[in-house]
């Protein structure tokens, strides 16, 4: 069975940094492209990043980007979110997703419960 | 603003057939495969289309198709257990990202 497990999130200041990490079984690991999605409360869902099967090629939506990194452990099955400069509109639940493919251009099949990051002021 | 277009709200009743839509253009709806997404009360969300692809367990009462830059999501004999925000999603190729519908809230009377 395919499972992704988020962790890393909570309570971080304004300005601060927080790592948030998703350990992904039941699957090659390796062999998937993997995302990171948002939902800010009350709100629809918003791209962050994404990464190819082998870390080479990363992308990352406009409001992240510079701010924001993405990497992956293959040894570990492990995808992370490297997230600094935090500010109150980073606030949101973090769902990481299973590409359906090795790049990153085709859509996901699986998803985590998520995480949630809350930013004080 | 959202960089596709979906219905605020759609609704049905029980047996019914609904269809909603998701209109994008030629750098992400026209070139790549679309990703339909279904979130109940806000809790995770669950893919019941990617493609041409049912993902396994869900029901055929789904369907997708798409025609030059809509996409569509097909849902025959609603069930009070299909009420949820449905989103739709696919790769924009002249943002390098992700782009998602503002979502469509499907009500099942």
């Known amino acids: 069975e395919v499972q992704l497990v988020e962790s890393g999130g909570g309570l971080v200041q304004s300005g601060g940094s927080l790592r948030l990490s998703c350990a992904g079984s039941?699957?090659?690991?390796?062999?998937?492209?993997m995302h990171w999605v948002r939902q800010a409360p009350g709100k629809g869902l918003e791209y962050v990043s994404g990464?190819?099967?082998?870390?080479?090629?990363?992308y990352y939506a406009k409001s992240v980007k510079d701010r924001f990194t993405i990497s992956r452990d293959n040894s570990k099955n492990t995808l992370y979110l490297q997230m600094g400069s935090l500010r109150s509109d980073d606030l949101a639940v973090y769902y990481c997703?299973?590409?359906?493919?090795?790049?990153?251009?085709?859509?996901?099949?699986?998803w985590g419960q998520g995480t949630l990051v809350s930013v004080s002021s | 603003q959202s960089s596709l277009t979906q219905e605020a709200s759609v609704s049905g009743t029980v047996g019914q057939k609904v269809t909603l839509s998701c209109t994008g253009n030629?750098?992400?709806?026209?070139?790549?495969?679309v990703g339909w997404y279904q979130q109940i009360s806000h809790g995770a969300p669950k893919t019941v289309m990617f493609?041409?692809f049912l993902p396994s367990g869900i029901p055929d009462r789904f369907s997708g198709s798409k025609s030059g830059t809509t996409a569509s999501l097909t849902i025959s004999g609603l069930r009070p257990e299909d009420e949820a925000d449905y989103y739709c999603?696919?790769?924009?190729?002249?943002?390098?990202?992700?782009?998602f519908g503002g979502g469509t809230k499907l009500t099942v009377l």
């Open positions: 997703a299973r590409g359906t493919g090795i790049v990153v251009v085709t859509p996901v099949d699986y």
């Open positions: 039941g699957f090659i690991f390796s062999n998937y492209a």
């Open positions: 990464i190819g099967d082998n870390g080479e090629h990363t």
């Open positions: 030629n750098n992400n709806i026209g070139s790549f495969a």
């Open positions: 493609g041409n």
């Open positions: 999603s696919t790769w924009d190729y002249s943002l390098s990202a992700w782009v």
